[in-house]
């Protein structure tokens, strides 16, 4: 066995990387949700809140799932 040739990687790099990728991608998805999420609708009585803050929260909390799913698909692996 000589030296190794540092062509590949180990598998507790890889794993250290892709963990470090779910991590950025839950800071991204946090932070598009909280983009998207309408501000005041928690202020408001649910007779007043419009169609439109209805979508823009459902569309936040679809953004999240989905991120949340795709973390824990890399992080699992």
Same mark, same amino acid.
């Given at each position: 066995?000589?030296?190794?040739?540092?062509?590949?990687?180990?598998?507790?790099?890889?794993?250290?990387?892709?963990?470090?990728?779910?991590?950025? /991608? #839950?800071?991204? @998805? &946090?932070?598009?949700?909280?983009?998207?999420?309408?501000?005041?609708?928690?202020? *408001?009585?649910? =007779?007043?809140?419009?169609?439109?803050? /209805? #979508?823009?929260? @459902? &569309?936040?909390?679809?953004?999240?799932?989905?991120?949340?799913?795709?973390?824990? *698909?890399?992080? =699992?692996?």
């Amino acid at each position: 066995m000589g030296e190794p040739s540092g062509k590949f990687v180990s598998n507790e790099s890889a794993q250290a990387k892709v963990r470090v990728m779910a991590a950025v /991608l #839950l800071g991204i @998805g &946090a932070a598009a949700a909280y983009w998207v999420w309408p501000a005041g609708i928690t202020d *408001l009585p649910l =007779a007043a809140i419009t169609f439109g803050a /209805l #979508l823009r929260a @459902g &569309a936040s909390s679809v953004i999240v799932l989905l991120v949340l799913a795709m973390v824990a *698909l890399l992080w =699992a692996d």
